[in-house]
């Protein structure tokens, strides 16, 4: 194995730091954060990958059923960009092609084996590859999808040469994993990864974190990068919102993303010549007993870690956060990007004359349920919407939740009527459904902003 | 509880698709929603909602309004005994006041909320949408902005044509351009002045049998006073009205607005749940206060020299600046636009009051023109903004 962490702590050229003071948004207060502590639950037998998880990805498949596949083997490709292809996490036979309405590709499946076998891919450091080369590395072993673009929140292009790329070291979603804890100890590899993606810049990297928090020396000590402070409420760890304040998205302009776990697979895949999928996900939610973090893979099921480790019956299991998480089955696998599984109650009771109650157990932007009274409190929130969907009525309340110099009520008009150059103007480009989702959770009349905002993105990307 | 469960459950079946009385899903629908939230749990999107929805927001503006309602039931009943010189201290007469103002006001109220609800059913059911909680609020907003003496048929009418003409046509809640309870008043202040203006509608100084109305008893609001006699008002029993009394609401107007202290207790209430907007609220002071003092450094009559405080707790001003530009639908939506929008209507209402006698209820006439010229400051705070955003691209 390569050991290069000495060669590349060169003199930083980016020591400005810039810090942004977040104050809009809301941290919703739930019950349920992952200890910090690692529960050893083995992998579960089989494994998936879904291209739900891939925006706009149209696939091409790669793999039919019966195939013997390693770890890195591609099992499907973009069809509109036949470089970036998804690899199979664990090396197994292909089990299974699940397919929905009108054959659409669900999920594939992969029956593990014991003992991963890897596809070979190039050791070597970074720095000496050139930026094509890594390019076709990062391609062919499947961690290029992890890499993702602003605008329109899609897998980045490998013809693009982004104006910068941003990493959020924190995540500032409810519940979500602690990366400080979660990279402890991973620094070499950390770094590695990082000298890889500042290949990939055409100007900066960004790494951002918590100026709320002590940040892991794994963040602070990393260089060729430029170390920004972020402070505030969720969601200041949205990408999306840091790139805004820092270097925003104009129209014509590319930034790239990714997450500190990202950059971690990255490196590992330099320093070994090897796909490693594993990933540190955080199990938590008020129907967890014992709300752990757990050392797993892309794309395993979620069925060992629940195992036996559940309070009541109804709940509802998310791979990802409440806000912006999707709903999956008690033997549901993880999405590709995933880094949290949540479980809640579900919501599906009638409740008598909820909306006069006094509320104590209610969380609100507003102050009309004396819960507010209470603003240390921890709640268990259920699945439900609290009440029905109506035409627009109040005001101000997205702006207070959005830290972002945009409109967004304008915004999700222009979709609802279709008006793609007043979208350009209000500034489409800057967001991706994440950045809204608290719009969505605050929203009186319950309208489904995510959505919304994901058929403006398509609806702007068609006409690009 | 269960037992209520268990027949919407029973009944719930007739009102569906291929049921006896499909049509009148929207109102049973409206029925069922109002005794439970229903349990709809999240389907896209984020997985958890805010606990509020539209009637608990409703439910909390008519919550805030109650002090103004309670106060004009016993002023009410106040305005009546003085005019019969009985009971002239604010403390004495409790029971007797309230009771004729209930007596008076109830019937209103019960009448706004009759003929407002029917009409929203009505529309729900034709349009085959769901019932909107809107009226709520605008079905106690209308009898608050009422004279006293209203006769209980205008209520209705005015009811009506405010939710037709001012709310359904446009689409109903939410899509509405003038705010729909001074919809109610403007149609009727422009149908019939004489039972919403002068000096013979804000009092009920009728005597019964045995009394009879002092003899100094005039019914000039201090709004109708101060045109000729500026600063100096008095009650109806010709008794000097300090700005205080005015600010406690001791002096005659519509049912709702005389109290100032009642309007702030609501706007305490608004601002504590954040339902109502502290930008609109602040900057309609402070238009009118602004406007008031200009009008003081170049005073030429009497009512310009009216100070700015006491121009402030005159009428309905107050009222205005708290339940009626605060209409988040018919207000400017964007922030920036909101500070704009309500300073001009304090500005504007001072400056009708003053320059245009014949209608002392300048507030009623700024809200509603600034109702109309809301979208116009929102339209240009989003192309400042639009702006912004074009210029960064220039710039880097």
């Known amino acids: 194995m390569y050991t290069f962490a000495s060669q590349t702590k060169v003199p930083d050229p980016f020591c400005m730091a810039e ?26 037998e089989t494994i998936a990958l879904k291209p739900a998880d891939f925006t706009n990805v149209r696939v091409k498949l790669l793999c039919k059923v019966g195939d013997e596949v390693k770890s890195g083997t591609a099992l499907f490709s973009d069809k509109d960009n036949e470089r970036v292809v998804f690899t199979s996490p664990v090396s197994g036979e292909v089990v299974e092609i699940k397919r929905g309405a009108k054959r659409k590709i669900l999920e594939v499946k992969i029956l593990a084996d014991k003992e991963i076998t890897y596809e070979a891919f190039k050791q070597a450091n970074p720095a000496d590859l050139s930026r094509e080369e890594l390019i076709e590395w990062l391609c062919k072993s499947g961690v290029w999808p992890l890499i993702r673009q602003r605008p329109f929140e899609i897998i980045a292009n490998p013809e693009d040469t982004p104006k910068a790329i941003f990493i959020s070291a924190f995540n500032s979603a409810p519940l979500a994993g602690d990366n400080d804890f979660i990279l402890h100890g991973h620094g070499e590899a950390f770094q590695t990864g990082l000298d890889a993606v500042a290949k990939l810049s055409g100007g900066k990297v960004h790494l951002n974190i918590n100026a709320n928090a002590t940040a892991s020396k794994v963040f602070t000590n990393s260089t060729g990068v430029q170390i920004n402070k972020i402070s505030g409420p969720h969601p200041s760890g949205n990408v999306g919102v840091q790139i805004h304040h820092l270097d925003a998205v104009n129209k014509g302009e590319v930034v790239w993303h990714l997450s500190p776990q990202d950059v971690l697979m990255i490196g590992r895949l330099f320093m070994e010549g090897k796909y490693d999928a594993s990933r540190v996900v955080a199990l938590t939610g008020s129907q967890v007993k014992k709300t752990r973090y757990h050392k797993t893979i892309i794309g395993a099921s979620i069925k060992n870690m629940i195992a036996n480790n559940l309070e009541g019956e109804d709940v509802r299991y998310i791979s990802g956060n409440v806000l912006t998480g999707t709903q999956i089955d008690a033997d549901g696998y993880l999405g590709f990007y995933d880094t949290q599984v949540t479980v809640i109650p579900e919501g599906n009771q009638p409740t008598f004359l909820g909306w006069l109650a006094p509320g104590f157990d209610k969380f609100s932007l507003s102050r009309t349920f004396f819960s ?7 709640y268990a929130l259920n699945s439900n919407m609290n009440g029905e969907a109506r035409a627009y009525v109040v005001t101000g309340q997205y702006e207070q939740v959005l830290p972002m110099d945009i409109y967004p009520v304008q915004m999700l008009k222009a979709i609802m009527i279709g008006d793609v150059e007043q979208l350009e103007n209000l500034g489409i480009y800057e967001v991706a459904e994440e950045d809204l989702a608290l719009c969505e959770y605050v929203c009186t009349s319950k309208v489904d902003v995510q959505h919304l905002i994901r058929e403006g993105l398509d609806m702007v990307k068609k006409e690009c | 509880m269960e037992f209520l469960r268990n027949t919407l459950d029973k009944l719930r079946p007739n009102f569906e698709k291929g049921g006896k009385l499909e049509k009148y899903l929207p109102a049973f629908d409206a029925m069922e929603t109002f005794m439970f939230v229903p349990g709809h749990a999240a389907k896209s999107g984020a997985h958890i909602r805010d606990g509020i929805d539209m009637k608990r927001t ?90 006293i003496d209203v006769p209980l048929w205008m209520v209705a009418i005015a009811t009506i044509f405010a939710v037709i003409i001012g709310k359904e046509v446009f689409g109903g809640t939410g899509m509405n351009i003038m705010n729909p309870a001074l919809t109610a008043r403007a149609f009727l202040f422009f149908a019939y002045p004489t039972k919403m203006s002068g ?25 109708a006073q101060a045109i000729e006699t500026g600063n100096d008002v008095t009650t109806i029993n010709q008794d000097p009205l300090t700005v205080m009394d005015m600010f406690l609401g001791f002096m005659p107007g519509s049912i709702g607005e005389t109290s100032t202290l009642a309007c702030l207790i609501g706007a305490l209430i608004l601002l504590i749940t954040g339902i109502g907007s502290w930008r609109i609220m602040l900057s309609v002071f402070a238009g009118g206060a602004v406007m008031a003092m200009i009008f003081n450094a170049l005073a030429v009559n009497p009512f310009m020299e009216v100070h700015a405080m006491t121009q402030l707790v005159m009428g309905g001003f107050a009222f205005g600046a708290v339940f009626m530009a605060t209409d988040p639908v018919t207000a400017a939506q964007t922030n920036t636009g909101k500070y704009v929008y309500g300073f001009l209507i ?38 400042a903004n639009i702006k912004r955003r074009l210029s960064r691209v220039k710039t880097a």
């Open chain 1, 372 to 378: 507010w009274l209470t603003p240390e409190k921890e």
């Open chain 2, 199 to 223: 000096d013979n509608v804000w009092v009920d100084a009728t005597p019964q049998a045995g009394e009879a109305v002092v003899d100094v008893y005039s019914g000039a609001t201090p709004l």
């Open chain 1, 19 to 44: 810090s942004v003071k977040i104050r809009k948004g809301l941290n919703i207060k739930l019950k349920g954060k992952a200890e910090k502590v690692y529960v050893d639950v083995p992998i579960s």
């Open chain 2, 58 to 147: 409703m439910i909390t503006v008519v919550l805030a309004m109650i002090p103004c309602l309670l106060f004009g039931i016993w002023n009410a009943g106040h305005q009546h005994f003085l005019a019969l010189g009985q009971f002239l201290d604010p403390a004495e007469g409790l029971s007797e006041k309230i009771i004729f103002g209930l007596g008076k006001v109830l019937p209103i109220v019960v009448v706004a909320y009759g003929a407002g609800l029917t009409v929203e059913f009505i529309a729900a059911i034709i349009r085959k949408e769901q019932v909107n909680e809107g009226f709520l609020v605008s079905g106690m907003l209308i009898p608050l902005v009422m004279p």
């Open chain 2, 346 to 383: 304090g500005f504007l209402a001072i400056m009708i009051r003053v320059f245009n006698p014949a209608y002392p209820e300048g507030m009623m006439l700024a809200i509603l023109f600034m109702n109309v010229m809301a979208p116009l400051i929102d339209h240009y705070v989003v192309q």
